[in-house]
């Protein structure tokens, strides 16, 4: 069954569409923080940050097939439904980010938001780290990193170097904010020297894709200032962090402390629905449309709205940003007991961890048998087979990722840390 849908993905839908592990999982049923492939076998999903408030939470399904099955229109019609939900978002930000535009996806919202930051400096170049993903359009993939786009490099685009947990920019942690800083006012010359001039930065507060560095409250103030001072727009990629995830607040430049002047929305935020949206104040928003324009087909159709709405009313209803905050404590209080020698760094907030592993020795100081990179391999698939579903970031992908759906417990938390100890342990012995 397996080795014929592999055959068929080939076949139908090209070469090179990614599958996680050796030994492709195939998914045939999900609820709260668990997964079920079709020999009927239970993974506790350590993954999967869409699922937000839980796979196939009731309460999102009635509201979506209720909603379907009433009426699903764009947004050239008046509807509650946009607005309703538009209310009770905005309602969760601050700085005058009072006004909200719906697309399907992240990447394009982070398009829209590279946009609004043209429409009111009328300068084109942006800067982004070195190490990160905004999403796939054409503008928003030449601020990633991964794959360089044909013809090179824009000259309009500055990847700046990310912040990092081992090598922290600057020699040490207390360093690195005002060396991130200088990094951003080296490019912004740069960008004014070529002729772009600087129209701003896009980040995402807690830096997820880069691998989750190390980075605590008044981390991006020195270079809000340097963004300021030179007239930029800071677009905040909240498309990880948000709603909670990181449980000690609902933003993650919440968390930071500071305002950004867009903020960008997506993933979690209609548990699998394809909503995303850009929230920000009144004059940006006034300034795209003056120079845009914008219609998207999909976006904030009333079955989306509903899904969305309903999301939220589960994330409000169970509370469970402050159920993250406490889960998340444990499971890293827990991780933080299990001993590796490669164990370079534990590090996170709310159910976002990372688990760091460096090209070390062994205890004995025989050299390991592998890359920090090739141990990290492992460790995903020995997960795998102990029933855990968890990812790998960070620049050689040496870095655990774990990022559950928010239901999940104290029971999944104790089982993921044997199964983490388990496979450690076996790595020890191997
Ligand atoms: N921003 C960030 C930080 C992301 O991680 C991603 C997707 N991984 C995106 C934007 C793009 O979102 P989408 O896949 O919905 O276009």
Redesign the pocket.
């Known amino acids: 069954m397996t080795t014929d849908l592999i055959t068929r993905r080939a076949q139908r839908l090209g070469p090179n569409l990614p599958t996680f592990y050796d030994d492709p999982v195939h998914i045939v049923h999900g609820e709260g923080a668990h997964l079920w492939d079709a020999c009927g076998r239970r993974y506790i999903d350590c993954y999967n940050n869409v699922a937000h408030v839980g796979h196939c939470h009731p309460h999102v399904v009635e509201a979506i097939a209720r909603q379907a099955a009433t009426l699903n229109t764009h947004t050239r019609y008046l509807h509650e439904g946009i607005l309703d939900y538009a209310d009770r978002l905005t309602a969760y930000f601050r700085h005058d980010l009072s006004q909200v535009l719906f697309t399907c ?3 394009e919202a ?1 398009d829209v938001a590279l946009r609004m930051a043209q429409a009111v400096t009328g300068k084109t170049g942006f800067i982004a780290t070195d190490n990160t ?4 359009t054409t503008a928003v993939a030449h601020l990633s990193t991964r794959r360089p786009p044909i013809g090179g490099w824009p000259d309009h685009i500055r990847r700046i170097p990310a912040p990092d947990s081992i090598a922290p920019l600057g020699g040490s942690l207390a360093a690195q904010p005002q060396a991130f800083a200088e990094g951003v006012a080296k490019a912004i010359a740069e960008l004014k020297a070529a002729g772009h001039g600087f129209a701003g930065i896009m980040l ?1 507060p807690v830096f ?2 880069e691998g989750l560095p190390e980075v605590t409250e008044g981390f991006l103030a020195p270079t809000v200032e340097v963004v300021r001072r030179a007239g930029g727009l800071i677009l905040c ?1 909240e ?2 962090p948000g709603f909670g995830r990181i449980g000690t607040a609902f933003w993650g430049h919440e968390r930071l402390g500071f305002a950004p002047d867009v903020v960008t929305l ?2 979690p935020m209609a548990s699998g629905h394809p909503v ?1 949206a850009v929230v920000t104040r009144p004059d940006i928003m006034a300034a795209f449309r003056e120079a845009f324009g914008y219609f998207n087909t999909f976006a904030g159709n009333p079955v989306s709205m509903a899904a969305a709405a309903a999301t939220l009313d589960v994330i409000e209803a169970e509370a469970l940003t402050r159920h993250g905050e406490i889960i998340g404590a444990q499971l890293l209080d827990g991780m933080n007991a299990l001993t590796y020698p490669q164990i370079a760094s534990l590090r996170g907030a709310g159910m976002f961890l990372a688990m760091e592993f460096s090209d070390a020795l062994r205890p004995n100081g025989a050299p390991v048998p592998h890359s920090a990179n090739a141990l990290c391999g492992r460790i995903v698939e020995g997960m795998r087979t102990r029933g855990v579903l968890l990812g790998r970031v960070g620049r050689q992908q040496h870095i655990l990722k774990l990022r559950p759906p928010m239901p999940f417990g104290a029971a999944e938390a104790r089982d993921v840390l044997a199964a983490l100890g388990d496979c450690l342990e076996s790595e020890q012995t191997a």
């Open positions: 996806t992240g990447s982070n993903y905004h999403g796939n995402c997820a894709n990629d498309v990880q997506g993933k995303a």
